[in-house]
C-alpha cells in the first residue's frame, strides 16, 4: 500500500515558466512533509519542507503548499530553470522514518 | 555542515560474494541512521532503521541474515551485502540522524550503486 504517490512520472516545462509537482498521501498521522531533488546516481537534496500546521510555505523560487482535507501537497518552482531539472520526491512523516513517493522526473527546456 | 559519505559510490561484485557499504556522518553525531535501496524509477524503500550501539529494525520483508547493518559508532554504520545475488544489484542509500532532531530531520549520503554479476 502507497503511503506516498507522487501520480505524475515525468513532467516537461518550459524555461521561465512554472513547474507544478504533485504529491498525495493517505496517512492522516503523517505530519511534516519534504520535497527532495534527485540526480542520478547521487543522493537526494533537501529542497523545502512544511509542517501540517501551515497551509504554504517559500523559499526562494520554491513554494510548497498543503491541502489537509484533500492530503495533498504540491510544489511550485517559479521560474523554471534548466538546472532544475532532475526526480524529485515528496516524502512524508509522523514522527517516523521518511516515506517517499515514486518521484517525478522535472524537464525544463530552454 | 551535516555532510554524509558513503564508500564506495559503486561496486560490482560476483554473485556468492559478500560487499560492505559504509555511511559516515562527517560533522555530527549520528545516533540513528537509515538505509534505503532504490530500484531503476521506483522510489527510495527504507531497509532498515539503526541506532547507534544496538540491533537493527528492518522494514518488513527485508532479510536482516542477508543484509546485515552494524551501527558501532556515533559516526559510521555498515551494510554488508551478505551472499549476493543479481537481484540485489540495486542503488543503496544511507541517511543520518542527529542527537535529538526530529525523526524528518535526515542527511543523505551519496548513494551506492551495487553490481552483482
Known amino acids: 500500500d502507497q503511503q506516498v504517490k507522487q501520480n505524475s512520472p515525468s513532467l516537461s516545462v518550459q524555461e521561465g515558466r512554472i513547474s507544478i509537482l504533485n504529491c498525495d498521501y493517505t496517512?492522516?498521522?503523517?505530519?511534516?512533509f519534504l520535497w527532495y531533488k534527485k540526480y542520478p546516481a547521487e543522493g537526494p537534496t533537501f529542497l523545502i519542507s512544511?509542517?501540517?500546521?501551515?497551509d504554504k510555505n517559500e523559499d526562494g523560487r520554491f513554494t510548497v503548499f498543503l491541502n489537509k482535507s484533500a492530503k495533498h501537497l504540491s510544489l511550485h518552482i517559479v521560474p523554471s530553470q534548466p538546472g532544475d531539472s532532475a526526480v524529485y520526491f515528496c516524502a512524508a512523516s509522523g514522527n517516523t522514518p521518511l516515506v517517499f513517493g515514486k518521484g517525478t522526473r522535472l524537464s525544463v527546456i530552454a | 555542515g551535516a555532510v554524509v559519505s558513503q564508500h564506495p559510490s559503486w561496486v560490482i561484485c560476483k554473485s556468492g560474494t559478500s560487499v560492505k557499504i559504509e555511511c559516515r556522518s562527517l560533522d555530527f553525531q549520528a545516533t540513528t541512521m537509515f538505509w534505503y535501496r532504490q530500484f531503476p524509477k521506483q522510489s527510495l524503500m527504507l531497509m532498515a532503521t539503526s541506532n547507534e550501539g544496538s540491533k537493527a529494525t528492518y522494514e518488513q520483508g527485508v532479510e536482516k541474515d542477508k543484509f546485515l547493518i552494524n551501527h558501532a559508532s556515533l559516526t559510521l554504520s555498515t551494510l554488508t551485502v551478505t551472499s549476493a545475488h543479481p537481484e540485489d544489484s540495486s542503488f543503496y542509500i544511507c541517511?543520518?540522524?542527529?542527537?535529538?532532531?526530529?525523526?524528518?530531520?535526515?542527511?543523505f549520503g551519496p548513494g551506492t550503486r551495487l553490481t552483482v554479476t
Open positions: 496517512n492522516s498521522m503523517f505530519d511534516y
Open positions: 541517511s543520518a540522524r542527529d542527537l535529538g532532531r526530529a525523526f524528518y530531520e535526515q542527511y
Open positions: 512544511i509542517s501540517s500546521i501551515k
